[in-house]
């Protein structure tokens, strides 16, 4: 498409807005590209954001062509995932992150290319040309930016990156002009206190003023306008290195969303079993052993599984164990030792075995670890990696508790990267592994319970399920590297630290936190609604927390629990109305924190909730061999006693049977895993859930088939981005690992089988 008619597509849009009276916003112009694929409606956007992508891109890379290349695939990576932006108003928002990840792929890229041209010495580095402070401060300001909540990012992009006024980004994201400008000042004055933390004194004016430089300087030629919108209409070649870039951050995408996806479950599962265990009845600890020396360290030890036991074992199989050995020191926060400190070392990864051993500092603060048997699971094929995951952690007399990162033990050494090694790269059988733990003073969480009158709770169960830092400068980048995963394991270990039950007057404590920490507390009494929140060990702790925007709440806790009202949830098919047992129905305010309550439909359709009054999501996840989809309602709970009638129906899913054939023999192709988007409006995080869990996590069986049940309609399919089994790859090269981009038609009632054919590597 030449510049001309580009032009001339825009005018069409712009005229038809202006015969209308009214702009279409981004979410419109979002909307009518995801339904009718609707060029113009893209060329609009493109038009719209290209100046903010364009600079983003060229802030990060020098070089023009990579910068050009980068601004292309930032756009077909929007192309290929149109439908997941929620809300759809938020693509600039949107597009901000994924420019960012762009370039910067394609910067790394680029580095390696001019080392292999320049012959560099391997893991050197090329040499950058000099930044001034300008430059320096706007790559800065973009990486702070990212951090920030998605209501002042947005804000901060439209007002400040793309130059809008007060009332022009009002109009476009549908908000009053007020609300608008206070958005704006806060999230200048957060970005400016971010930027303090880099010895930067930045004022809101100044900020303004830099992002105003940063908007005047994004000039994006029409030819890059003119390139991307042919590529991503399909009307134009894709270069490698577009090509490549985009599939790099799909895959990356995709990745993200896994991880998020399986800590949350993993997490949520760890805790409720963790506290199921620790609440029915808190075992003492055992004695550790009193301050070995570093080199003759004792342990306790728990009895080794015998051969058999493991190799038969139907739940765990395949799994093996690798010897090593951890040592570090534990310190006070002036650097000073801590004697007599528990250390714990734990597997955090899929095991029969969870606690591996307990040893206790020395004079000196020293513990070590010998011989250690880490369990890791054997993979099905030669290209994935096998590893064992560990973290190490520790309670002391009048201290916080303490962890160290999660840290991965890599069993293959064909992926050695020790050159590579960050805070959270894995170490290698035979490493010197060492891990430093600090034991900070304590800070107490405490607080009073009572109910909706104002008495006292007298037996609510607390429980301490989630531990993360405030401040992560200096911590791993990764999230679920740095967290605190194995607590979920510490109410059997140390239950005197994360688990608390209220007294009479219905106050408790827990008095060995971490000062500066995010916790995540769950709250249970049978009489009263289950709760979980978010609070914080912090003098001055955020309002949300910046990753999720979850509310922080201040301590002291002064908590209400509220009495329940009785549900009862009939589950019944939506076509013949017949009752449908086996259903789990799941009702919450939100993932992590509010009110929930669950149970499973019986032989009548009948499943009781037991929840206050107030407003709730209502989840029926059907059994995976049923062939009915998940079903997604709102409910409002009354605030009367009588008991209250729901009725659920659950919608008749399609069947999609996924098949994964030899090119050459027709057979079929075992442990081959597939990626599926739902391709209509209302994603959220539990429609996710059921393509990440029946889907992609599924592997095909010995016949080359994986069943999955998906919601009617329409859904977009592909191989997941897991290296295929055997040494095979795909056989047409439309096929992309980790991309869905086979669309399907999905009626009610009927199976739909897809077929992959994959070759063998020559």
Request: charged share 25%; glycine share 8%.
């Amino acid at each position: 498409m030449t510049t001309s008619r580009i032009s001339q597509a825009i005018h069409q849009v712009c005229s038809k807005i202006l015969r209308d009276g009214v702009e279409l916003n981004d979410g419109q112009l979002l909307e009518s590209f995801i339904t009718d694929r609707e060029a113009a409606a893209l060329e609009a956007l493109v038009g719209r954001h290209g100046p903010m992508v364009w600079g983003v891109c060229r802030r990060i890379l020098s070089n023009h062509h990579d910068a050009e290349d980068a601004f292309q695939a930032a756009f077909l990576v929007l192309v290929r995932k149109a439908s997941s932006i929620r809300p759809r108003a938020m693509v600039g928002n949107w597009l901000f992150g994924v420019a960012r990840q762009t370039a910067l792929k394609a910067r790394a890229t680029s580095a390696k290319r001019r080392a292999r041209e320049k012959q560099l010495p391997a893991g050197a580095e090329p040499i950058a040309a000099p930044a001034d402070l300008s430059s320096a401060l706007s790559d800065l300001l973009d990486i702070e930016l990212t951090k920030l909540p998605d209501k002042y990012r947005s804000v901060l992009i439209l007002c400040g990156l793309q130059g809008k006024s007060l009332k022009e980004a009002a109009r476009r994201m549908d908000l009053p002009e007020g609300t608008v400008a206070s958005r704006l000042a806060r999230g200048r004055a957060m970005l400016a206190k971010r930027l303090v933390r880099h010895g930067l004194a930045v004022s809101g004016v100044s900020l303004a003023a830099l992002q105003a430089h940063q908007s005047a300087s994004a000039g994006v030629s029409t030819a890059a306008i003119s390139s991307t919108i042919k590529a991503a209409t399909a009307a134009g070649v894709v270069s490698a290195n577009v090509g490549a870039l985009t599939n790099g951050v799909l895959k990356a995408m995709l990745l993200t969303k896994l991880m998020k996806t399986t800590t949350a479950a993993l997490v949520i599962l760890g805790v409720l079993s963790a506290g199921a265990m620790g609440w029915a009845g808190m075992k003492p600890e055992a004695q550790p052993p009193a301050n070995p020396l570093r080199q003759q360290a004792k342990k306790i030890k728990t009895p080794e599984p015998k051969p058999d036991d493991v190799n038969n074992n139907k739940v765990e199989p395949d799994i093996r164990y690798q010897v090593f050995s951890v040592s570090g020191r534990a310190v006070d926060p002036d650097g000073k030792p801590v004697s007599g400190a528990t250390i714990f070392l734990v597997s955090t990864n899929r095991s029969p075995k969870r606690l591996l051993d307990t040893v206790t500092t020395d004079k000196d603060g020293q513990y070590a670890f010998h011989d250690a048997k880490l369990p890791y699971e054997v993979k099905k094929n030669d290209d994935e990696r096998e590893a064992g995951s560990f973290q190490v952690f520790g309670k002391c007399p009048g201290r916080a508790f303490a962890w160290s990162g999660m840290r991965f033990l890599n069993i293959d050494p064909q992926f050695d990267d020790h050159k590579k090694r960050g805070s959270d790269s894995p170490y290698f059988p035979g490493d010197l592994i060492e891990i430093g733990l600090e034991f900070a003073r304590p800070k107490q969480i405490e607080g009073r319970i009572v109910d909706e009158k104002g008495k006292p709770i007298a037996g609510v169960k607390l429980l301490v399920g989630s531990c993360d830092y405030i401040n992560t400068a200096g911590k791993e980048e990764n999230k679920n590297s740095r967290e605190f995963w194995a607590i979920y394991q510490a109410p059997d270990i140390m239950p005197d630290q994360v688990c608390a039950t209220t007294d009479d007057k219905g106050r408790f404590e827990f008095s060995s936190v971490p000062p500066d920490v995010f916790c995540w507390l769950r709250l249970d009494h049978p009489n009263y609604a289950h709760r979980t929140l978010y609070t914080a060990t912090s003098d001055n702790p955020p309002a949300t927390r910046d990753e999720d925007g979850h509310p922080v709440v201040k301590l002291p806790l002064n908590l209400i629990l509220h009495s329940v009202r009785t549900i009862q949830v009939c589950v019944r098919s939506r076509q013949d109305d017949k009752p449908l047992a086996g259903v789990r129905v799941e009702s919450y305010q939100q993932r992590a924190t509010g009110n929930y309550s669950h149970g499973t439909s019986d032989k009548e359709g009948n499943a009781t909730l037991k929840l206050p009054p107030g407003k709730y999501h209502l989840v029926g996840a059907p059994s995976p061999e049923s062939d009915y989809a998940r079903t997604y309602e709102d409910l409002t709970v009354e605030d009367t006693p009588a008991e209250q009638s729901v009725v659920l129906r659950q919608q008749l899913g399609c069947v999609l049977i996924l098949k994964a054939l030899d090119a050459a023999t027709g057979k079929g192709v075992p442990q081959v895993r597939f990626s599926y988007d739902d391709d209509k409006d209302g994603h959220s995080f539990d429609k996710d859930m059921q393509s990440i869990i029946y889907v992609e996590n599924g592997r095909t069986n010995d016949n080359g088939e994986l069943r999955t049940v998906v919601q009617p309609g329409k859904g977009r399919c592909g191989l997941a981005i897991y290296p295929l089994p055997d040494g095979y790859e795909c056989d047409s090269l439309d096929d992309v690992l980790g991309v869905p981009n086979r669309l399907l038609e999905l009626p009610a009632g009927k199976t739909v089988t897809e077929t992959f054919k994959l070759r063998k590597r020559k």
